[in-house]
């Protein structure tokens, strides 16, 4: 491995500004990741071309692969920075803002619109108050292993970049909250609430929008089954629909 890290980032000062490129090298530590490489940059923000810059903009919280606020496209992929790995990626690494999000600045996007979609779907579980309300019903192991992969979910929106049927200027939920529904609608308590998820999912933009291309479940940095947790909600959603028609 070289001593040195070739960065190119893409900035961008603003949504209405112009993006360029910017490169830098910074100096490789053994297990280094790409948000290393960023800190590194922004220590000292000065360009390959010994030029001084401004230091790039990026995010990042648990640094471990769980709270999903680092995702960025990365050597043309969207992924994690906190786990890319640089001895495991090809030089120049090439960074980019994610493309299904409203851009803020440099390689930050603005990721509202999905915790917004987690509440159209109503994608938590009702309680009746704050006191103590004992232990919960009980599961079978193999509802537990199965409820618990969908429940690594880290809001990265990295299933979002991958969708063809995901845009900036369309309602389309996306895989995520989908696969959120079928959490929360396999909750002991969380399935009281199991029609109304449905109905917004039957929604303009619900499951029913899906074009089947399959490039979320490759994309999950989790592994979590995307499109077999959309399958299954488009067949609650036929039930759904069919029960509305004959019982209305």
Not at 123 to 144: C, F, N
Not at 223 to 238: K, Y
Request: aromatic residues 6%; contains cysteine.
């Amino acid at each position: 491995m070289a001593d040195k890290v070739h960065v190119q980032v893409k900035r961008q000062a603003g949504p209405s500004q112009k993006p360029f490129w910017e490169e830098f090298e910074v100096p490789y530590s053994p297990g280094m990741n790409v948000i290393t490489a960023l800190q590194e940059i922004q220590k000292n923000p000065v360009r390959k071309d010994g030029k001084p810059t401004t230091p790039v903009m990026w995010q990042a919280v648990c640094l471990e692969e769980v709270c999903g606020a680092c995702s960025m496209v990365i050597n043309g992929k969207v992924r994690q920075a906190c786990s890319t790995l640089i001895s495991q990626i090809k030089q120049p690494i090439r960074l980019e803002p994610m493309t299904k999000f409203p851009l803020i600045r440099d390689l930050v996007v603005d990721r509202t619109r999905m915790f917004e979609n987690l509440k159209r779907v109503k994608a938590w579980v009702d309680i009746d108050g704050t006191y103590d309300l004992g232990p919960g019903m009980r599961q079978s192991t193999e509802h537990q292993q199965k409820n618990y992969v969908l429940s690594t979910c880290m809001t990265c929106g990295c299933c979002l970049e991958v969708c063809p049927e995901f845009t900036l200027n369309n309602n389309f939920l996306g895989a995520q909250p989908i696969s959120q529904v079928r959490l929360f609608n396999a909750h002991p308590t969380g399935k009281m609430h199991k029609e109304k998820r449905l109905d917004a999912l039957m929604e303009p933009g619900g499951v029913s929008d899906c074009g089947n291309a399959q490039n979320c479940v490759r994309a999950c940095p989790k592994e979590i089954p995307l499109t077999e947790s959309i399958a299954e909600m488009g067949r609650q959603v036929t039930v759904r629909a069919i029960k509305k028609i004959l019982f209305p």
